[in-house]
Protein backbone atom coordinates (compact mmCIF):
# COMPACT_ATOMS: atom_id res chain seq x y z
CA UNK A 1 0.00 0.00 0.00
CA UNK A 2 1.30 3.63 -0.42
CA UNK A 3 -0.10 6.73 0.88
CA UNK A 4 -0.71 8.95 -2.10
CA UNK A 5 -1.84 12.23 0.62
CA UNK A 6 -4.75 14.15 0.15
CA UNK A 7 -7.44 13.19 -2.73
CA UNK A 8 -7.09 15.55 -5.21
CA UNK A 9 -8.40 13.77 -8.41
CA UNK A 10 -10.47 10.64 -8.97
CA UNK A 11 -11.99 9.56 -12.12
CA UNK A 12 -12.71 12.51 -13.56
CA UNK A 13 -13.47 14.25 -10.49
CA UNK A 14 -11.33 17.03 -9.09
CA UNK A 15 -11.59 17.59 -5.62
CA UNK A 16 -10.96 20.71 -3.66
CA UNK A 17 -10.90 20.59 0.33
CA UNK A 18 -11.22 23.70 1.72
CA UNK A 19 -11.18 24.16 5.84
CA UNK A 20 -15.17 24.18 6.14
CA UNK A 21 -15.90 22.11 2.56
CA UNK A 22 -15.38 19.95 -0.15
CA UNK A 23 -15.40 21.74 -3.73
CA UNK A 24 -16.19 18.80 -6.50
CA UNK A 25 -15.63 20.37 -10.03
CA UNK A 26 -14.83 18.23 -13.16
CA UNK A 27 -12.65 20.95 -15.76
CA UNK A 28 -10.41 18.53 -17.38
CA UNK A 29 -13.49 16.56 -17.94
CA UNK A 30 -15.51 19.46 -19.33
CA UNK A 31 -12.63 20.47 -21.31
CA UNK A 32 -11.94 17.30 -23.34
CA UNK A 33 -15.53 16.70 -24.01
CA UNK A 34 -15.63 20.22 -25.36
CA UNK A 35 -12.14 19.40 -27.40
CA UNK A 36 -13.66 16.26 -28.43
CA UNK A 37 -16.73 17.97 -30.04
CA UNK A 38 -14.46 20.30 -31.72
CA UNK A 39 -16.04 23.26 -30.37
CA UNK A 40 -13.10 24.91 -28.48
CA UNK A 41 -13.42 28.11 -30.74
CA UNK A 42 -17.52 28.42 -30.63
CA UNK A 43 -19.42 31.05 -28.28
CA UNK A 44 -20.55 29.81 -25.04
CA UNK A 45 -24.01 29.68 -24.41
CA UNK A 46 -25.84 30.38 -20.56
CA UNK A 47 -28.12 27.40 -20.84
CA UNK A 48 -27.68 24.04 -21.45
CA UNK A 49 -31.20 23.25 -23.55
CA UNK A 50 -33.60 25.64 -25.30
CA UNK A 51 -36.65 26.36 -23.55
CA UNK A 52 -40.12 25.01 -25.44
CA UNK A 53 -37.83 22.90 -27.31
CA UNK A 54 -39.66 19.83 -29.61
CA UNK A 55 -36.71 17.35 -29.57
CA UNK A 56 -39.38 14.78 -28.44
CA UNK A 57 -40.99 14.76 -31.34
CA UNK A 58 -38.61 15.68 -33.64
CA UNK A 59 -38.80 15.07 -37.67
CA UNK A 60 -35.61 15.80 -38.49
CA UNK A 61 -32.43 13.96 -40.96
CA UNK A 62 -31.09 10.57 -38.91
CA UNK A 63 -27.69 12.06 -37.80
CA UNK A 64 -24.70 10.84 -39.76
CA UNK A 65 -22.76 9.39 -36.78
CA UNK A 66 -24.99 7.69 -34.17
CA UNK A 67 -21.90 5.98 -32.59
CA UNK A 68 -20.26 9.74 -31.96
CA UNK A 69 -23.57 10.78 -30.70
CA UNK A 70 -23.52 7.52 -28.31
CA UNK A 71 -19.97 8.68 -27.05
CA UNK A 72 -20.62 12.42 -26.55
CA UNK A 73 -23.85 11.49 -24.26
CA UNK A 74 -22.15 8.86 -22.11
CA UNK A 75 -20.04 11.25 -21.38
CA UNK A 76 -22.28 13.82 -20.40
CA UNK A 77 -24.30 10.99 -18.35
CA UNK A 78 -21.13 11.04 -16.25
CA UNK A 79 -20.90 14.63 -15.54
CA UNK A 80 -24.52 15.16 -13.93
CA UNK A 81 -22.43 13.47 -10.90
CA UNK A 82 -21.39 17.12 -10.37
CA UNK A 83 -23.68 19.10 -12.37
CA UNK A 84 -27.56 18.51 -11.26
CA UNK A 85 -28.57 21.29 -13.23
CA UNK A 86 -27.50 18.86 -16.31
CA UNK A 87 -29.81 16.18 -15.41
CA UNK A 88 -32.90 17.21 -17.73
CA UNK A 89 -31.11 18.04 -20.58
CA UNK A 90 -28.87 14.67 -20.15
CA UNK A 91 -32.01 13.01 -19.72
CA UNK A 92 -33.88 13.66 -22.77
CA UNK A 93 -30.58 13.42 -25.02
CA UNK A 94 -30.60 10.09 -23.73
CA UNK A 95 -33.68 8.55 -25.03
CA UNK A 96 -32.35 8.97 -29.07
CA UNK A 97 -29.28 6.59 -28.12
CA UNK A 98 -30.89 4.35 -30.51
CA UNK A 99 -31.81 6.24 -33.35
CA UNK A 100 -30.22 10.41 -32.75
CA UNK A 101 -31.64 12.48 -35.41
CA UNK A 102 -29.97 16.10 -36.35
CA UNK A 103 -31.46 17.97 -34.17
CA UNK A 104 -30.33 15.89 -31.26
CA UNK A 105 -26.98 15.93 -32.23
CA UNK A 106 -27.40 20.09 -32.49
CA UNK A 107 -28.60 19.97 -29.03
CA UNK A 108 -25.89 17.37 -27.41
CA UNK A 109 -23.83 20.63 -28.74
CA UNK A 110 -25.70 23.13 -27.75
CA UNK A 111 -25.19 21.68 -24.15
CA UNK A 112 -21.51 21.01 -24.66
CA UNK A 113 -21.40 25.08 -25.60
CA UNK A 114 -22.67 25.50 -22.28
CA UNK A 115 -19.78 23.31 -20.39
CA UNK A 116 -17.18 26.55 -21.93
CA UNK A 117 -19.61 28.73 -19.74
CA UNK A 118 -19.46 26.77 -16.40
CA UNK A 119 -15.42 25.45 -16.53
CA UNK A 120 -15.18 25.76 -12.71
CA UNK A 121 -18.48 24.53 -11.82
CA UNK A 122 -18.99 22.08 -9.29
CA UNK A 123 -20.80 21.36 -6.28
CA UNK A 124 -20.00 22.31 -2.38
CA UNK A 125 -20.30 19.91 0.33
CA UNK A 126 -20.61 22.11 3.56
CA UNK A 127 -19.21 20.33 6.76
CA UNK A 128 -21.19 23.21 8.52
CA UNK A 129 -24.53 23.38 7.36
CA UNK A 130 -27.09 21.36 9.78
CA UNK A 131 -27.69 17.53 9.59
CA UNK A 132 -30.82 18.13 8.39
CA UNK A 133 -33.10 16.44 5.20
CA UNK A 134 -35.00 18.53 2.59
CA UNK A 135 -36.26 17.42 -0.55
CA UNK A 136 -38.07 19.49 -3.32
CA UNK A 137 -39.97 17.26 -6.17
CA UNK A 138 -41.84 17.72 -9.28
CA UNK A 139 -43.42 16.45 -12.36
CA UNK A 140 -43.83 17.25 -15.83
CA UNK A 141 -47.18 16.00 -16.63
CA UNK A 142 -47.88 13.76 -20.02
CA UNK A 143 -44.25 14.78 -21.10
CA UNK A 144 -43.58 11.51 -23.33
CA UNK A 145 -45.31 12.36 -26.79
CA UNK A 146 -45.44 8.72 -27.46
CA UNK A 147 -46.17 6.59 -24.07
CA UNK A 148 -47.42 9.65 -22.20
CA UNK A 149 -45.56 8.98 -19.33
CA UNK A 150 -44.89 11.52 -16.73
CA UNK A 151 -41.30 12.96 -15.96
CA UNK A 152 -40.45 12.99 -12.64
CA UNK A 153 -37.42 15.04 -10.40
CA UNK A 154 -36.44 15.81 -7.42
CA UNK A 155 -32.77 16.46 -5.42
CA UNK A 156 -32.34 15.89 -1.52
CA UNK A 157 -31.00 18.27 0.29
CA UNK A 158 -28.23 17.51 3.74
CA UNK A 159 -28.64 21.27 4.93
CA UNK A 160 -26.97 23.26 2.10
CA UNK A 161 -25.06 20.14 0.35
CA UNK A 162 -26.99 18.49 -2.75
CA UNK A 163 -27.07 14.89 -1.78
CA UNK A 164 -28.93 12.98 -4.36
CA UNK A 165 -30.87 14.25 -7.75
CA UNK A 166 -32.69 12.57 -10.52
CA UNK A 167 -35.02 12.76 -13.14
CA UNK A 168 -36.66 10.22 -14.25
CA UNK A 169 -39.58 9.02 -16.58
CA UNK A 170 -42.17 7.63 -14.30
CA UNK A 171 -43.26 4.01 -14.22
CA UNK A 172 -47.16 4.18 -15.29
CA UNK A 173 -49.96 7.19 -17.24
CA UNK A 174 -50.92 9.14 -14.78
CA UNK A 175 -54.73 10.18 -15.47
CA UNK A 176 -53.99 14.10 -13.92
CA UNK A 177 -51.29 16.24 -13.20
CA UNK A 178 -52.43 15.57 -9.27
CA UNK A 179 -50.97 12.12 -9.83
CA UNK A 180 -48.23 12.72 -11.51
CA UNK A 181 -46.96 14.84 -8.45
CA UNK A 182 -48.30 12.41 -6.02
CA UNK A 183 -46.33 9.40 -7.76
CA UNK A 184 -42.96 11.92 -7.83
CA UNK A 185 -43.81 12.72 -3.69
CA UNK A 186 -43.65 9.37 -3.13
CA UNK A 187 -40.79 8.67 -5.28
CA UNK A 188 -38.61 11.16 -3.39
CA UNK A 189 -40.20 9.74 -0.26
CA UNK A 190 -38.92 6.67 -0.35
CA UNK A 191 -35.40 8.18 -1.48
CA UNK A 192 -35.71 9.54 1.88
CA UNK A 193 -36.40 7.30 3.85
CA UNK A 194 -32.86 5.00 2.32
CA UNK A 195 -30.98 8.18 2.86
CA UNK A 196 -32.30 8.48 6.33
CA UNK A 197 -31.16 5.03 6.98
CA UNK A 198 -27.36 5.22 5.80
CA UNK A 199 -26.80 8.48 7.92
CA UNK A 200 -28.16 6.32 10.90
CA UNK A 201 -25.51 3.65 9.62
CA UNK A 202 -23.35 6.04 10.04
CA UNK A 203 -23.81 7.30 13.30
CA UNK A 204 -25.49 10.44 12.36
CA UNK A 205 -28.61 10.31 14.48
CA UNK A 206 -31.79 12.55 12.37
CA UNK A 207 -34.92 12.14 14.81
CA UNK A 208 -36.58 15.31 13.42
CA UNK A 209 -39.15 15.25 10.62
CA UNK A 210 -37.58 15.35 6.74
CA UNK A 211 -39.42 18.14 4.90
CA UNK A 212 -40.40 17.26 1.75
CA UNK A 213 -41.48 19.94 -0.80
CA UNK A 214 -43.55 20.03 -4.06
CA UNK A 215 -45.56 23.22 -5.55
CA UNK A 216 -48.55 20.87 -6.42
CA UNK A 217 -51.77 21.82 -3.77
CA UNK A 218 -53.66 19.11 -5.00
CA UNK A 219 -50.83 16.35 -4.65
CA UNK A 220 -50.26 17.51 -1.01
CA UNK A 221 -54.18 17.17 -0.40
CA UNK A 222 -54.24 13.90 -1.74
CA UNK A 223 -51.52 13.13 1.51
CA UNK A 224 -53.14 14.84 4.23
CA UNK A 225 -56.56 13.03 2.63
CA UNK A 226 -56.98 9.45 4.81
CA UNK A 227 -60.68 8.98 2.39
CA UNK A 228 -60.02 7.59 -0.85
CA UNK A 229 -62.46 8.98 -3.82
CA UNK A 230 -62.98 8.73 -7.33
CA UNK A 231 -59.51 10.90 -7.68
CA UNK A 232 -57.05 8.75 -6.00
CA UNK A 233 -58.84 5.24 -5.99
CA UNK A 234 -57.00 4.37 -9.26
CA UNK A 235 -53.60 4.87 -7.82
CA UNK A 236 -51.10 2.32 -6.93
CA UNK A 237 -51.37 1.54 -3.08
CA UNK A 238 -47.88 1.36 -2.87
CA UNK A 239 -47.59 4.82 -3.16
CA UNK A 240 -50.07 5.74 -0.42
CA UNK A 241 -47.50 4.80 1.95
CA UNK A 242 -46.11 8.52 1.86
CA UNK A 243 -49.63 9.22 4.10
CA UNK A 244 -48.39 6.36 6.99
CA UNK A 245 -44.89 8.72 7.02
CA UNK A 246 -46.40 11.91 7.65
CA UNK A 247 -48.61 10.76 9.80
CA UNK A 248 -45.92 8.77 12.01
CA UNK A 249 -44.06 12.44 11.86
CA UNK A 250 -41.20 10.67 9.97
CA UNK A 251 -42.07 13.48 7.17
CA UNK A 252 -43.61 16.78 6.94
CA UNK A 253 -44.81 18.17 3.67
CA UNK A 254 -44.46 21.62 2.69
CA UNK A 255 -46.14 23.87 0.02
CA UNK A 256 -43.47 26.47 -2.22
CA UNK A 257 -44.42 28.23 -5.47
CA UNK A 258 -43.30 27.29 -8.29
CA UNK A 259 -40.67 30.10 -8.76
CA UNK A 260 -38.79 28.71 -6.05
CA UNK A 261 -39.58 24.85 -6.79
CA UNK A 262 -35.96 23.49 -7.27
CA UNK A 263 -36.70 20.60 -9.31
CA UNK A 264 -38.41 22.27 -11.47
CA UNK A 265 -35.15 22.48 -13.12
CA UNK A 266 -35.02 18.45 -13.63
CA UNK A 267 -38.07 18.75 -15.55
CA UNK A 268 -38.28 20.82 -17.94
CA UNK A 269 -36.00 23.57 -20.10
CA UNK A 270 -36.09 27.09 -18.54
CA UNK A 271 -35.42 30.40 -19.27
CA UNK A 272 -31.98 32.27 -18.37
CA UNK A 273 -32.58 33.85 -15.70
CA UNK A 274 -35.12 31.44 -13.87
CA UNK A 275 -32.31 28.46 -14.93
CA UNK A 276 -29.41 30.33 -13.16
CA UNK A 277 -31.23 31.46 -9.85
CA UNK A 278 -32.38 27.64 -9.46
CA UNK A 279 -28.80 26.61 -10.18
CA UNK A 280 -27.55 28.55 -7.57
CA UNK A 281 -29.90 27.18 -4.96
CA UNK A 282 -28.44 23.69 -5.85
CA UNK A 283 -25.36 24.04 -3.83
CA UNK A 284 -23.33 24.75 -7.45
CA UNK A 285 -20.49 26.90 -7.21
CA UNK A 286 -18.86 28.26 -10.04
CA UNK A 287 -15.01 29.37 -9.15
CA UNK A 288 -14.36 31.20 -12.22
CA UNK A 289 -17.69 33.37 -12.11
CA UNK A 290 -17.35 36.96 -11.02
CA UNK A 291 -19.29 37.67 -7.58
Request: hydrophobic share 35%.
Given at each position: MKDLGMLKYFLGIEVALGPD?????????YLDIVDECGLSGSCPVDTPMEQNHTLLDSKSAPHSDPAQYRRIVGRLVYLTHTCPELSYAVNILAQFMQTPLTDHWDTAQRLVRYLKSSLGQGVVLSSTAP??????????FNKCPST???????????????????????????????????????MTCTELLWLKEVLQFL???????????????????????????ERTKHIESACHFIRDEITSGTITNAHIPTEEQLADIFTKALGCDQF????????????????
Open positions: DIFLPQRKYLQLNAYCDSDRRSLTGYIVMLGDSPLQWKTKNQSRVSLSSAEAEYHAMAGVDHSQPMCLSSDSQAALQITANSVFHKYLRSKLGVLNLHAPH
